[in-house]
């Protein structure tokens, strides 16, 4: 299974691009000075206190099976928990005085090791999107139908979908909303177009906000229209999930495809997501070497937006919040720079004394659905997260992703009914 | 080694199995710290409760397995490689807050504790730790202890033993041992201080909190030379001014973390100085003015006082991203740490500078003004073999040449094995021989920590030894003679504290000598047999004062009848004689010394059970400041203490142990 070896680990991502220029997977592990700054700030060591599970121990890790030190075949269990333990929060790097990438080596070692983070069936069904976005959309709407009957319920109940590995399927129950309207019903009823004719932005909505969040989505395209027309670009992949949870080929089509359609449109891109803001911000590293694609891809950086652009200067959903207000910063990759900046001043600046701002060492609840990676990893960081909200008597807590609020709010609700997770973008209402 | 079949059933059925593991990948994600050693263990033992510890280093004693207890393992001086093998003890498990008294000023915590957890628990009830190490985030407080750390606050308000209350620890041995600093007897916290592990476990500690300082200022002042930002310190010292920190940046360094951190320092600048004051708003009012006087006579180009809070973040940004700054450099980054004497700090920067540039090496150079304490940041990348081994080689001379100075080859970062060799060029061998009789005497086995900080045949290479005073010589000589004589003596002074009336006594009425009374440094060295008002009248006659009061006991008495704990603190250096008669040295002019066990907090307090000290060099001040005397209760003898009592003098030519006395 583990047909692992140091050339081909060179030969996936040839250069990640670091603040301080482009370096080989090999050369950046091997910035790590060991300081450990890193240690405190991870969620997985914060859980069981070991070097093994820590961003320094990963690392190391990375470098002994680079410098063939560690033979990955005989060691497969611990590796992949090692691996899939990492939730790729970025706040490792954040603290990191050299930058250095840590969830960015992680994935190159999952990819490498051809190691699953997902359920075979879960994934299978999430890759239709970027592949058949028809099929996907009708075994999504299938599946919500058959829930809205019962039978997940149903299946929950008798223990089958433990039985046949779909144990997914729970989590996804737990998480999503009791009633989910249609998007498309959704925008129809609140009269807000989704197709304007010469439209100068492009919405590219999340799985969760095209889905199971239509209102995100329809405050999205609604304070947008304000001074733009946008149109919706539903089940378009932007690769993220193939290049978190799949192989790095097919999330290199699936960018490419996304920046062949954006050419042709040329317009700017809104993301609801701020996984995929990060993720086609650093696309270029996808490229490294091919020039022509590189290029393309920086173009296509710049010309993404996220939700921030359109925040409005007084919040129209919260116009009276008297109690404390913060910001989850959970997302993939990064804890620090844009948008995430933005957001916090911008929150700042609307709840003034009411924002709590966040301790380093905060929690945050783990994104881009890592709780069906690890739910026992996810579980108790999700407490941790309403932990850090509780304390602070937190009555409202911001997130940058949709699916980050779906995970805080069925975590919320079962432990501190007192806070809500809602999107930054449902300031606008 | 290979560990036994049957201690990994006695662990498992003690820890628990998953916290007793083995396979390859977890010992070698455990075979390093933040220096370049990487040593791999054969077993790993995730400690999850305080009263595991005992028992499993009772396991490990009874099948000899070396151990090497680690947390963070943050330190740079290879403390945590597992040298001989054997087991990791991870203690980072142990981080609860077990306790904070605020009416009684204390907290309680476990070893695993980071350190900038206790602050923020201890930050919103308004007090602090005063220790502050540069890694706070990410160190632990048993850490701290065990390597000896301190920070930038460390000036004016010591480094960590100073702050510990108490100690709970296990011996190598297994045996849980409690250590008070009103328990009387040697300074055994002072003594686990840079241990780093060789002579037991940290357990427990219960630390010393502070009320919050709520007015701090924040100056930045700029020198044409860094002489120039040196003088200034002194002369800040002269006038009984202790800032809460002085950081210092030379030039080279300057720019390169100007470069990264856009912070607004004055590239230009030869030296910079950031100052923080803290106090009363009057206190630090007047202080201002005179630090402004002082800056303006030390030909200070620019003096820049923070006004709000903003601008005092805008001060700091500079000093808080210069690792950043260098780390983004190279892939790796080596710190080092020397300190020297702070008059000596322009000469010791001077020939650090000049082994750099022969050796064509980058690297930055901050330090801690105030206590001569500096850190050379060396570039290098670990994968290119020659490149690290010039580096080493840089380093070992950059330390070769804080020795040269008259400083030490650690102020806060430990020896480990990283400097091991260089303790032979700062002690000689009877000194060097006393830490490893230390060490046997503790760890009759060597399993704790093994084959750190004390270097390996070190006979040949040791720093010859400076010949003696002669009433010293006179001293050690009677020594040796009533020890081949095996007759027994009290060590004697005034004969005011510790009554004998022993018809044989060792008396060190002789030694009356002040060797030096430095006012560039602040320190005094003087001969134990003086009586406390000779040395108040003495020093009264040049300006300064000592710690201590008038009296007529010797300030060997003082020291080791254990009525003046709080003076162990502003003791820097000694000189002593074994019941062997041989002459130890330890410690001098300067603030900080990781290097070694402490020597001084082990005579301290002893009653002379250990060794006559017959020198000490301590601090002295502008304005008079006097530490209070500990009430009278008897010492209590503890394990570590007989052990170092039979180790060191196994015939009894010195006082019994006071237990021993009674009995």
Not at chain 1, 152 to 176: P, Q, Y
Not at chain 1, 272 to 279: E, Q
Request: proline residues 6%; glycine residues 6%; charged residues 20%.
């Amino acid at each position: 299974m583990f047909s692992f070896s140091a050339s081909r680990l060179r030969r996936q991502l040839r250069a990640l691009f670091t603040p301080f220029g482009e370096r080989s997977v090999y050369d950046s592990a091997a910035h790590c000075t060991r300081c450990g700054s890193c240690q405190q700030s991870c969620p997985s060591y914060a859980l069981n206190k070991q070097e093994t599970f820590s961003p320094r121990g990963r690392n190391q890790a990375l470098r002994l099976i680079m410098e063939r030190k560690l033979d990955p075949r005989t060691h497969k269990q611990l590796l992949e928990e090692i691996v899939n333990s990492c939730t790729l929060c970025g706040r490792c790097t954040q603290t990191c005085a050299g930058k250095i990438p840590t969830a960015e080596h992680m994935l190159e070692l999952r990819r490498a090791l051809n190691l699953r983070a997902l359920p075979d069936s879960l994934y299978t069904l999430l890759s239709l999107r970027g592949t058949r976005p028809a099929l996907f959309d009708r075994l999504v709407r299938t599946g919500l139908f058959l829930r809205r009957l019962g039978l997940v319920a149903l299946l929950r109940k008798t223990g089958l979908t433990r039985l046949f590995g779909l144990e997914w399927i729970n989590r996804a129950d737990d998480l999503l909303p009791r009633r989910i309207p249609s998007l498309q019903k959704y925008l129809a009823a609140k009269n807000i177009q989704s197709r304007p004719e010469n439209p100068d932005l492009i919405y590219l909505p999340s799985l969760e906000a095209q889905y199971f969040l239509p209102e995100l989505a329809a405050s999205i395209l609604k304070s947008s229209a304000e001074k733009h027309r946008p149109v919706l670009w539903p089940n378009v992949s932007s690769g993220l999930f193939e290049y978190v949870y799949g192989d790095l080929r097919r999330s290199r089509r699936a960018v490419r495809r996304l920046i062949r359609r954006a050419e042709q449109a040329n317009l700017p891109i809104l993301t609801d997501s701020v996984d995929v803001f990060t993720f086609l911000h650093r696309a270029p590293q996808l490229f490294s070497g091919n020039k022509r694609w590189e290029h393309k891809a920086r173009k296509l950086a710049e010309n993404m937006r996220f939700v921030t652009d359109f925040l409005p200067k007084k919040p129209l959903a919260f116009p009276d919040v008297k109690t404390p207000v913060r910001l989850d910063y959970s997302a993939l990759f990064c804890r620090e720079g844009e948008p995430l900046d933005s957001v916090q001043k911008i929150l700042k600046t609307l709840f003034k004394k009411n924002f709590v701002e966040c301790l380093y060492t905060d929690a945050d609840t783990p994104a881009f659905g890592y709780g069906f990676v690890r739910n026992s990893w996810a579980k108790p960081m999700a407490l941790n997260a309403v932990r850090t909200i509780a304390q602070t008597q937190t009555a409202t807590v911001f997130t940058l992703s949709g699916l980050s609020a779906l995970e805080l709010n069925y975590s919320l609700k079962r432990l501190y009914p007192n806070a809500r997770a809602e999107h930054v973008a449902r300031l606008n209402g | 080694m290979k560990i036994p079949h049957t201690a990994l059933t006695e662990l498992r059925s003690l820890l628990g199995k998953g916290n007793v593991l083995t396979d390859e990948a977890s010992l070698l994600l455990h075979a390093y710290d933040c220096s370049l050693s990487r040593t791999r263990p054969d077993l790993l033992l995730n400690i999850r409760r305080e009263e595991d510890v005992a028992p499993a280093v009772k396991i490990l004693s009874a099948y000899k397995i070396p151990f090497v207890p680690r947390a963070a393992a943050t330190n740079h001086a290879g403390s945590c490689a597992a040298l001989n093998g054997g087991a990791i003890l991870n203690l980072a498990g142990l981080n609860r807050i077990l306790q904070i008294n605020t009416q009684e000023q204390f907290a309680v915590v476990q070893p695993g504790v980071i350190t900038a957890d206790l602050q923020n628990a201890l930050n919103k009830l308004g007090f602090f730790y005063a220790p502050d190490p540069a890694s706070e985030r990410v160190c632990t407080l048993g850490g701290n202890l065990a390597q000896n750390a301190s920070g930038a606050r460390c000036m004016k308000y010591g480094g960590t033993p100073d702050h510990v209350l108490e100690a709970d620890a296990v011996l190598p041995t297994g045996q849980t041992v409690h250590f008070s600093r009103d328990g009387g007897g040697p300074d055994f916290i002072g003594l686990l201080a840079g241990s780093e592990g060789t002579l037991g476990v940290i357990t427990r500690l219960k630390v010393q909190i502070l009320p919050l300082v709520k007015h701090v200022k924040t100056f930045l002042v700029t020198f044409p030379s860094l002489e120039d930002s040196v003088q200034t310190v002194t002369d800040l010292t002269a006038r009984g001014i202790i800032p809460r920190c002085v950081e210092a940046m030379d030039q080279t360094t300057l720019q390169t973390v100007e470069d990264f951190s856009h912070a607004g320092y004055p590239i230009d600048a030869q030296a910079l100085l950031i100052l923080e004051l803290d106090g009363t708003p009057a206190q630090i009012e007047r202080e201002e003015k005179e630090l402004a006087e002082i800056c303006r006579k030390n030909r200070a180009q620019q003096f820049l006082p923070a006004k709000t809070e903003a601008e005092r973040n805008k001060l700091w940004l500079g000093r808080r991203a210069a690792y950043a700054a260098i780390a983004r450099l190279a892939p790796n980054v080596m710190v080092g740490d020397g300190t020297v004497p702070r008059s000596e700090l322009p000469r010791a920067l001077k020939k650090v500078r000049q082994i750099l540039q022969e050796r064509n090496i980058r690297a930055s150079l901050l330090f801690h003004a105030g206590d001569g304490n500096f850190h050379p940041h060396f570039i290098f990348d670990e994968r290119n073999p020659a490149d690290a081994l010039r580096v080493k080689r840089a380093l070992n001379e950059v330390l070769k040449a804080c020795v040269d100075c008259g400083g030490t080859i650690s102020g806060e970062h430990g020896v480990g094995v990283e400097k091991r060799a260089d303790m032979a060029y700062q002690y000689d061998k009877p000194t060097l021989d006393l830490f490893a009789r230390m060490k046997r005497a503790a760890d009759p086995l060597n399993l704790a920590n093994p084959l750190k900080i004390i270097p390996v045949n070190y006979a040949e290479k040791a720093r010859p030894q400076a010949p003696a005073d002669e009433a010293v010589q006179t001293l050690a000589q009677r020594i040796r003679l009533r020890r081949e004589a095996g007759v027994p003596g009290a060590v004697t002074g005034a004969n005011t504290r510790l009554k004998t009336a022993a018809k044989e006594t060792f008396s060190t009425r002789a030694l009356t000598k002040i060797a030096d009374i430095d006012l560039t440094n602040y320190t005094a060295t003087v001969q134990t047999g003086i009586t406390l008002d000779d040395l108040q009248h003495a020093l009264s006659a040049r300006g300064v004062y000592c710690a201590l009061p008038g009296g007529k006991g010797t300030l060997g008495g003082a020291f080791s009848s254990g009525a003046y704990p709080h003076f162990y603190a502003h003791t820097l250096g000694l000189e002593a004689l074994l019941p062997d008669g041989s002459l130890v040295r330890y410690g001098g002019k300067f603030m900080k010394n990781s290097a070694g066990y402490h020597l001084t907090r082990l005579f301290a307090g002893a009653r002379g059970t250990l060794g006559i000290v017959t020198q000490l060099t301590f601090k002295i001040f502008a304005t008079p400041v006097t530490v209070p005397a500990a009430e009278n209760a008897p010492a209590k003898p503890n394990a570590l203490w007989h052990a170092l009592k039979h180790e060191l003098d196994p015939n009894g030519l010195f006082p019994i142990l006071p237990e021993d006395n009674h009995v």
